[in-house]
C-alpha cells in the first residue's frame, strides 16, 4: 500500500516555490531584517533545517526573491501586449502597470530599500542592480523609439529619462510604504504622465 506521506511530499521545486512566497507575503508587513529563516520555515510549515536544504542561509531566499520578482515583471510586461501599440502609448501603460505591480506586492519596495541592499551581500546588490538595469533598458528603448517617431523630444537622453521615472515610481513607491499604505500607489500613475511624458512631448510640433 502507498504511503500517504509520500504520495503528498512535494517535490523540491515546489517547496523552494512555496518559500519564495511566504517570503513575499512576510515582507508585505515586515521588513527585510525582521524576515528571518526560523519564521519563514514556520510560515512554510516546515521546519528550519528542512528549509536549509533548499536555501543555505537568508541571502540566498533574498536572491531567489529578486529573481522571483524579475520574472513577474517580465511576464507581466509581455502580458501587456505592447508592442500592438505606438512607445508613447507603451511609456502609459507601463507607468500605470508597475505603480499596480507594486500595489500589489509591497513587499517589492522593502526589499529595494532594505539595509540588506546598502551594506550586505555584494551579489545580492548586483542582482538587484541588474534587476533595475533591466528596467532602465526596457524603458530607454520605448523612449528612443518614441524619439524616433516624432512622439518625444530629440533632445532627451533616454537613459536619463528612464532613471528618472523609475526614481520618481520609487520615491512614491517608499512614500507609501512610510505612509502605511494611506492611498491609492497605482492612482498616482495620470499625475506621473502628466508631469513626465506629456512634458517630453516635442514642443510646438518641433523638437
Request: aromatic share 8%; net charge positive.
Amino acid at each position: 500500500m502507498d504511503n500517504p506521506k509520500r504520495r503528498t511530499r512535494k517535490t523540491a521545486e515546489v517547496r523552494r516555490h512555496d518559500i519564495i512566497i511566504a517570503a513575499m507575503e512576510m515582507l508585505r508587513t515586515e521588513s527585510v531584517s525582521r524576515l528571518t529563516t526560523r519564521e519563514l520555515a514556520k510560515a512554510v510549515g516546515i521546519a528550519q533545517p528542512t528549509l536549509f536544504l533548499h536555501f543555505g542561509n537568508k541571502t540566498q531566499v533574498l536572491l531567489a526573491l529578486v529573481d522571483h520578482v524579475q520574472e513577474q515583471l517580465q511576464q507581466g510586461l509581455r502580458s501587456q501586449n505592447l508592442q500592438q501599440f505606438t512607445p508613447l502609448e507603451r511609456l502609459r501603460m507601463v507607468i500605470r502597470f508597475h505603480l499596480k505591480f507594486i500595489q500589489q506586492q509591497p513587499g517589492i519596495p522593502r526589499l529595494l530599500f532594505s539595509e540588506e541592499i546598502q551594506t550586505g551581500d555584494p551579489v545580492l546588490r548586483e542582482r538587484i542592480h541588474g534587476l533595475i538595469g533591466f528596467f532602465l533598458e526596457f524603458l530607454g528603448a520605448q523612449i528612443r523609439e518614441g524619439q524616433q517617431r516624432g512622439e518625444l523630444r530629440a533632445d532627451l537622453d533616454p537613459q536619463q529619462s528612464a532613471c528618472l521615472l523609475i526614481a520618481s515610481v520609487q520615491g512614491l513607491a517608499f512614500r507609501w510604504i512610510l505612509s502605511e499604505f494611506r492611498f491609492v500607489l497605482e492612482e498616482q500613475a495620470e499625475l506621473m504622465i502628466s508631469t513626465f511624458l506629456d512634458g517630453w512631448r516635442p514642443r510646438n510640433g518641433g523638437a
